[in-house]
């Protein structure tokens, strides 16, 4: 499955409150060529202001998805396709064929 994610970020602009991270990440279930699920996940740690540390990284925001009852399966499965191949594309790695 590919996975793509975003960079770690502390988030905020107050010095006082902006630590911690978060990692956000889409992965593809690909069967016979074609995208037949999404996930989409987060992982963070906020910062716990009480105790001067990170608290626990934790999962979060997990979702799985794949096309509506009425909706073209072929269509959104070329849809997600692009989106993976944009970002192959853009990071320097080979296209999904």
Not at 84 to 93: F, Q, V
Request: contains cysteine; aromatic residues 10%; hydrophobic residues 40%.
């Amino acid at each position: 499955m590919p996975c793509v994610g975003t960079a770690p970020s502390t988030g905020g602009t107050d010095a006082a409150t902006a630590h911690g991270w978060l990692f956000t990440a889409r992965d593809f279930a690909i069967c016979n060529a074609k995208v037949v699920r999404t996930a989409t996940w987060a992982r963070r740690a906020a910062w716990d202001a009480s105790a001067g540390q990170l608290g626990p990284a934790l999962y979060t925001n997990f979702q799985v998805s794949g096309p509506a009852a009425t909706e073209d399966a072929t269509a959104w499965s070329n849809t997600q396709l692009q989106w993976i191949n944009d970002h192959l594309k853009a990071d320097g790695y080979d296209l999904v064929p």
